[in-house]
């Protein structure tokens, strides 16, 4: 390494932790790196219970602090080491279930030295309640400095349109806030191995960007510990353990469990690790998405470095934010792939239901089906023999492989990216199908459907020989990792892209419907549409639980823009009164859109039966609730007679509320608002029959018509996708999402909805409705 800072003398593992000859990979996965009974000795902990607030353990090197031995100190009530007003501040937060919300805590020791000033952080776990004191700085930025800093990582965060500027802009920010000398964001496989996908780092440290690190230098039990506690800090690594006295938990009868703590002692392993790396400062931030370490950023330094509290909950903010940024990136292709299976799914109705010739739909289809699957080449394996479509291995190579997979895996969905090292025979073929998914149109056929990928050979630059095992070296019972981390690089063959989850659903489902076209039988056909039902249930499941869940983090930072405002004092508050007014109006849109998106999935969730309604009736509910919007706009609506029809009465007032609203909304400033609603009677389209006859259903159609500002033609589909605005949210308030829940609406009817407008002249948005059907009082939606 090439670096002008001289690193500290790697510490001697042996005298630090004991003789640990016996240490291996096998032995890192069973370490207890949870109960170390140490911790690291730039701060202090004491362990209590509640409500008696007596220690029952302390960290040794409190005598250092205190001048008393740890028997001593266990000796005392907690309130005998500190100041009152410290005391006070910790039994106020004691009362309060959510602790982690005010940590930092203000504390100052009585020492014999005198006060000392410390931040308390506090949890419960298993029993025990843990308070842990960091030394509190002096030299970090100004609040109004540092508000600065984290308010522009998270604006230009939110600016990043793909994963790899995510990463990047994370990366960049974190350093920029930590002083680190290497920050890199890391991200794991499926098989735990992992791979530097952004850094920022100075000149004088080794790039790790694309290096690659095997599922061993990050075992199971630690990642378990990163995904519980996403705080990890080790500011010398060159330290030496201060042990707990005593390290037990009368609550549980065991060593205590510092698996939360964040001064926690560290893994040997990890700290051989750490040394061969040439590091001696470190932190990371899990990056946790759908209670799964998705990967971390990872912050090395070539001397010891200690940031503050609050510099971290920075950190994890931004890790936060790189979450979000990730579930929006991938839910948003996970979505645009079903709507593209429900499209084919309806094109494979028809032209399966008129001739249900298999062979010729192929040849129509295959194109769809390798787009939908983004595979090379296809196959239907069985019924008169083999049908391929695309780049595919030849009938006899085909054959061979289902009979292996008919006797080797199980009879459901079979995929994977590498299928010479599942199926010796397929190395002869890996430059066409490396990778497969394979499904059986039933559970005891033979027949398969199965997806082809090619090779993708590439080179992974790996962070030192992955092969090399760990093993005991010149030192005894010292560990010895790998010695180097230098750029090592292996050609990997015989494997594909990797299927996504989604990809595989899709399979599946393709595979349910062209059984039930096949078979022919009602039965099925029920069962594939419940399937599709419950699929849909699904992504508004998604979309409801979303919508909740982003509520919490949207009230931390409401919570956190409302303390700074309060914590601010008068000078700095006319200065940043604005950024704060900022970040709560941006809150306040954000809710709105979390309550939007909550409200578009509540359209399928709650399903009412249809009743005859008289539409007379609920327009004018809608225009009283309208009355002071339609006074201040100076709007006139007008309405010939409107029809009885067969709705669920709250989403149709819905529906109409929410065109008429924007027609007030989207009104020209030149001449007051006039709304036209009319109804005209139609027959359905082929194929919308009636269920009391074989008659097309009749329908009614709504019209309503503004001389508002209109918007151009090309635009009259896009308009009802999700959170698609023709005009900036400075201009006209709202998400996006109005029109979405009105295409939603009609659809649940059974209806259709259109737009057409001329730029300037005003709009007209037209829906079709059933009407009641004679002698059914209500129907099911």
């Not at 965060?157 to 790899?164: E, F, G, I, S, V």
């Not at 578009?600 to 969730?605: A, E, F, K, L, T």
């Amino acid at each position: 390494m090439s670096n002008s800072q001289k690193s500290p003398t790697p510490p001697n593992l042996m005298d630090i932790y004991g003789d640990r000859t016996a240490l291996d990979l096998t032995e890192c996965d069973r370490e207890p790196i949870h109960i170390p009974g140490k911790i690291q000795p730039h701060g202090y902990l004491l362990a209590f219970v509640e409500p008696e607030l007596q220690p029952v353990s302390v960290s040794a090197n409190i005598e250092a602090l205190t001048g008393l031995s740890p028997e001593a100190v266990l000796c005392e009530p907690m309130a005998a080491r500190m100041t009152g007003q410290s005391f006070d501040n910790l039994t106020a937060v004691l009362s309060s279930r959510d602790l982690a919300a005010f940590n930092p805590i203000s504390i100052d020791l009585l020492t014999p030295a005198g006060e000392q000033p410390f931040d308390g952080i506090v949890h419960r776990h298993d029993g025990l309640t843990i308070l842990e004191l960091e030394p509190r700085t002096s030299n970090e930025k100004p609040p109004a400095e540092f508000f600065r800093s984290i308010r522009t990582a998270i604006h230009r965060l939110q600016a990043a349109t793909d994963l790899a500027t995510v990463c990047d802009i994370a990366a960049r920010e974190v350093r920029r806030l930590t002083g680190f000398d290497r920050v890199k964001i890391y991200r794991f496989a499926k098989d735990w191995s992992g791979q530097v996908i952004a850094e920022d780092r100075v000149d004088s440290i080794p790039s790790l960007y694309d290096f690659c690190f095997p599922a061993s230098d990050i075992p199971a039990q630690s990642r378990a510990l990163y995904t519980s506690n996403v705080i990890r800090i080790i500011p010398d690594i060159g330290y030496r353990p201060t042990p707990l006295v005593p390290d037990f938990n009368p609550s549980t009868g065991g060593p205590i469990d510092l698996s939360f703590a964040v001064l926690r002692s560290v893994s040997p392993l990890h700290v051989e690790y750490m040394v061969n790396m040439a590091v001696y400062g470190a932190m990371s931030v899990s990056i946790v998405r759908d209670g799964k370490l998705w990967g971390m950023i990872s912050c090395h330094n070539t001397l010891p470095r200690f940031v503050s509290f609050e510099v971290r909950q920075a950190c994890e903010l931004i890790a936060q934010v790189v979450t979000w940024q990730i579930t929006v990136a991938e839910e948003a292709e996970i979505v645009g792939h079903n709507v593209r299976v429900r499209a084919m799914q309806n094109r494979m109705l028809h032209e399966l239901g008129d001739e249900r010739d298999l062979k010729q739909w192929l040849v129509r289809g295959g194109a769809d089906m390798l787009a939908l699957m983004d595979a090379s080449g296809f196959a239907l394996c069985g019924f008169d023999g083999i049908t391929t479509f695309g780049i595919t291995p030849s009938d006899n190579q085909i054959l061979d492989l289902a009979v292996w997979l008919a006797r080797n895996e199980p009879h459901d969905a079979f995929e994977t990216d590498s299928l010479s090292t599942r199926y010796a025979e397929a190395s002869q073929y890996t430059h066409i199908a490396s990778g497969i998914v394979a499904v059986p149109l039933g559970r005891v056929s033979s027949t398969l459907m199965l997806w082809f990928r090619p090779e993708q050979a590439q080179t992974v630059t790996w962070g030192g020989d992955p092969h090399k095992p760990v093993r005991i070296g010149p030192h005894g019972g010292r560990l010895q990792t790998r010695a180097s981390f230098d750029a090592w690089r292996e050609e990997v063959r015989g494997r594909s892209k990797p299927w996504r989850s989604h990809e595989i659903a899709a399979a599946v489902e393709i595979r349910d419907l062209v059984v039930d076209v096949i078979l022919g039988s009602a039965d099925a056909l029920e069962r594939a549409n419940r399937e599709l039902s419950r699929s849909n249930d699904e992504l508004e499941s998604f979309a409801y639980v979303a919508a909740h869940d982003l509520k919490e983090p949207l009230r931390h930072i409401e919570a956190f823009a409302g303390l700074l405002k309060d914590s601010l004092s008068p000078e700095v508050r006319a200065r940043l009164s604005a950024m704060v007014d900022g970040i709560e109006a941006s809150s306040r849109r954000l809710r709105t859109l979390i309550n939007d998106l909550s409200e578009y999935s509540r359209v399928g969730r709650d399903a009412r039966p249809a009743v005859p309604v008289p539409l007379d009736e609920v327009l004018a509910e809608v225009l009283a609730d309208l009355k002071p919007m339609m006074h201040d706009t100076r709007a006139a609506v007008s309405s010939g007679p409107l029809p009885v029809v067969l709705c669920d009465r709250s989403q149709i007032r819905q529906l109409l509320q929410n065109l008429i609203s924007n027609s007030l909304k989207y009104r020209d400033a030149a001449r007051s608002p006039q709304i036209t609603i009319s109804a005209t009677f139609e027959a359905g389209t082929p194929g919308e029959f009636s269920p009391a006859n074989d008659e097309p259903q009749r329908l009614v159609r709504i019209v309503v018509e503004d001389n508002g500002i209109g918007f151009d033609e090309k635009y009259c589909e896009q308009i009802f996708e999700p959170f698609q605005r023709l005009h900036g949210p400075d201009e006209y308030e709202g998400t996006g999402i109005g029109l979405a829940i009105c295409r939603k609406i009609v659809q649940r009817h059974g209806g259709r909805i259109s737009a057409h407008s001329r730029l300037g002249f005003g709009s007209a948005f037209a829906f079709t409705l059933p009407l009641p059907i004679p002698h059914r009082p209500d129907h099911k939606i």
